[in-house]
Structures are given as C-alpha cells and as structure tokens.
C-alpha cells in the first residue's frame, strides 16, 4: 500500500495517484504516465484538476443560485399578477354592474314615458268620447220625451185632428236635420310602435363584450389551415376520410412556419354531440400539426390553443359531406345524379360552388411508373365533358396537350389531397408524402371529381 494521504494507484497499489489521466477520466501514479500505458494521453495533477473542476461546479453553483432567485422572482410576480387578475375581474364586474344598471335606468325611464304618453292619450280620447256621449244622451232624453208626446198624442187623437193638427207631433224630429255624430269620434285602435332596427335583442350584444387583450395579441400570428391548401382557409371534407390540418406562425421574414406540435393543444365538437374529442397530434417529423377522421356529416367546431391560449376569438366551423363512392364501371346505369352525365366519371358527387376537399389514394404498382406501356392512370375533375386531370407526372387542361406536372416523385402508397375553390376556379392537388403540389385553373361549376375507368385498380378514395 502508498504511505502518506491520498488515494492509491490502481494499477500500482505501492504509489500514491498524483495525476489524472484526462483522456480516460482515471487517477493514476507517475509510474502510468512515465513508463506506462497514459504515456501520450494528456493529464494534470490532481491538485489541478480538482482545483479547475471546483473552480467550475462553483461558477455552476452561482449561476444556478443566480437563476433561482429568478426563478423565486417569477414565483412572486406570478402571483401578485394572479392577485391582479381577481382584482381586476372583481373591478369589471362592478363595471358591468354599472353598465347594466345605466341601461336597466335608461329603459326604466322608457317604461315610464311610455306609460304616460299612453295615459295622456287614454284621457284625452275617453274625455273626448264622455263629451260625445253626454250629447247623444241629451239628444236621446229629448228625442224619447218627443216620441212619447207624439205616441200619446197619436192615440187620443181623432182622424180630423190628426189631419189638421200636425203641430202636436212637432215634437218628433227631423233625423236629417240633425246634427249628431253616431259612431264613436274614436277608436281603441293605439299602442306603441317599435323600431325594429334598435329593438334591445339586436343591440343588447354590441354593448359590450369581455375581450383578452392577451388573447388578442397571441393568436393574431398562428394560422389554421389545412395540409397543402390555402392559408388560414377551411375547405369542407369527406365523411370517414382523414383531414390534415397545420398550425402555423409567421417568422421575423413572413414567412410561414410550423408550430411545434407539444405546443398545441386541439378539441374537436361534432354536431348533435355535447362532448368534444381529440384530434390526433403529428410528430415533429411530419408536415401535418393534427389530424382527425370524422364519423358523422355536419358542421364540426375545432378549438385550437397553442401554449393555454386560444387562437381564434370563435371555434373554427369545418363542414364535413357526405362519403365519395366510385361506380362500377361495369353498371349499366349510373345513379339519379350523375344520370346521364359523362359515364368515365366514376364519381357521382357534384359541386357548384364553394371550397371542397377530398383524397385519393395511389395504388398504382411503381413498376408501372413511367412504363412504355399505356396504362389509364388518370384523376383529377371534370364538368361530364371535359376534364382537368393528372397522370403519372403529367398535367392535362381540356383540349390541350400534355403539361410536365411538378406532382412527379410519387409511388404506390402516396395519398393526393385535392382541394376545390370554385370562388377562385382552381384545384390543387397536394401529395401528402413528397410534399409537391399543382394547380389547375378556368374550372367552371357544375363539377365534380374524376377517375378514369380504366385507372379503377389504381387509386382508392379511402
């Protein structure tokens, strides 16, 4: 064993370790460096090295005590912002007390006028119709006391006297001549009358609302939109077909980037249904931020949020249509609303106008690709008469010859997603896998998608 303190070598247990081999993180005497294997490996003493290495851990030490206090720091400014936040909401609610109070006053005050312009109009009508009905009754007493003389005088009279006496019955009057308003000089026909443009259930929301100003300024940066369509737009989908949609900031130079997919959070409602589910997260590795395959057609609400905060003030509305079939080409006879159209469409869904989307699988052999021999390999849209098509890396236009189709690195397996803005007449057709994408233009509604008969074998709308 070594005499004197320290740590023995253990390759010579008789020498003290004074050195430490740096290259292979060992204590070793000075017979190893001189004589031995660490001859030509670097080292120092220990009393170096340690001195270094604590040197080190201690600007570790003060670093990391540095930013515990900040830590602890943040801690407290966290929670006094938090005692802002109650302090401030209990400071908008007697805001909104005050609100509601002012306008409930306003209308109060309303009521009240109203109430009395009606009673003014009731009094001035009813005293009205008191005056007309104390004179029709006098009119009447006179009139009865005239009829009743001239009944009396009608029976006690002889045939003589009631040819010579005609003044006796002067009291019976001249209805003609008389001056006498017979129906009421007015009517019950009166109450209030509404403007409907500034009833209370109209404007009452305008008011006022609750806004995060937080909220605001976070969420005015991140875009939804789906893989391979046009940003921050939300074209409908296919019933049982998955969607892909992208969660994306704009960078320092505008342009468009990915969110990281830990960050964002994602809730989807389907109609007729209280509960919210969710989507499916992508991976760092894939294009896509979420995906979601819908069961049920309808209007669906997404809610995002990325790091707890919402990005759209309102949940996104995404319609989702009914499921794409393809014919058999064989039928006779196609169904009622394709009837009579093109019969190469193997697809009975029409459009006419809006933002659609669908996908269509590639299940083309690759040994097909590029091959000498022509094979239908054709899809794309068409109006029952002319079609807007890709084909094994070529693009089509009606009437036209072939186009090189920057849609060219694709294999069997790809999933093409097609998106259909008749607003702006274009189709897009992006390949999920390779990322490539093309456009068609001048596609004029009523239109729906298209596969070649003969290319039924080799895509799949599923």
Not at 14 to 43: I, M, P, S, W
Not at 143 to 151: D, F, K, N, T
Not at 371 to 391: K, L, M, P, Y
Request: aromatic residues 8%; contains cysteine.
């Amino acid at each position: 064993m070594a005499s004197g303190s320290g740590p023995s070598c253990k390759d010579h247990p008789v020498e003290l370790a004074k050195f430490l081999c740096q290259t292979c993180n060992d204590v070793v005497c000075r017979n190893c460096v001189v004589r031995e294997g660490h001859r030509n490996h670097k080292y120092m003493s220990i009393q170096n090295a340690s001195t270094k290495e604590r040197e080190a851990v201690q600007q570790i030490l003060e670093d990391t005590k540095k930013k515990l206090s900040g830590l602890h720091n943040s801690i407290l400014w966290v929670s006094e912002v938090k005692k802002q936040v109650e302090m401030r909401a209990l400071e908008s609610e007697r805001e909104i007390d005050y609100l509601i109070n002012e306008n409930i006053a306003t209308l109060e005050r309303k009521r009240a006028q109203l109430k009395s312009d009606i009673t003014v109009l009731r009094d001035k009508k009813v005293q009205q119709l008191l005056n007309q009905k104390e004179t029709l009754s006098l009119a009447f007493e006179e009139i009865s006391r005239g009829v009743e003389h001239a009944e009396h005088a009608l029976s006690q009279m002889s045939d003589v006297e009631l040819l010579t006496s005609r003044s006796k019955l002067s009291g019976l009057p001249d209805f003609k001549e008389v001056a006498l308003q017979w129906e009421p000089c007015h009517t019950s026909n009166f109450g209030i009358e509404v403007d409907k443009s500034l009833a209370v259930d109209l404007i009452v929301d305008k008011i006022a609302c609750v806004r995060d100003k937080d909220s605001s300024q976070q969420h005015d940066q991140y875009i939804l939109s789906m893989l391979g369509g046009k940003n921050g737009q939300m074209f409908s989908s296919r019933c049982h077909q998955n969607a892909f949609f992208i969660v994306s900031i704009k960078d320092s130079q505008g342009r468009d980037k990915k969110v990281g997919v830990n960050q964002v959070k994602v809730k989807i409602k389907p109609p007729g249904d209280d509960e919210l589910q969710n989507a499916i997260m992508g991976s760092k590795a894939e294009s896509h931020t979420f995906s979601y395959c819908p069961s049920v057609m309808g209007t669906h609400t997404i809610h995002v949020y990325v790091a707890g905060y919402c990005i759209t003030d309102e949940p996104v509305k995404w319609k989702v249509e009914s499921s794409f079939y393809i014919l058999d080409p064989t039928c006779a006879t196609l169904p009622p609303e394709v009837y009579d159209q093109d019969k190469e469409s193997m697809t009975g869904y029409w459009f006419k106008c809006g933002w659609h989307s669908w996908q269509v699988r590639i299940l083309t052999p690759d040994k097909l690709k590029r091959s000498s021999e022509h094979h239908a390999f054709e899809v794309g849209v068409t109006d029952g008469h002319r079609t807007w098509r890709w084909s094994d890396g070529m693009k089509y236009y009606p009437n036209s010859s072939a186009i090189v189709s920057t849609i060219s690195n694709w294999q069997s397996g790809d999933l093409f997603l097609f998106y259909l803005d008749l607003d702006s007449k274009q189709l897009v057709i992006y390949n999920q896998r390779s990322h490539e994408m093309d456009h068609w233009g001048g596609i004029h509604p009523p239109i729906r998608p298209y596969i070649n008969p003969q290319s039924a074998d080799f895509f799949g709308l599923n």
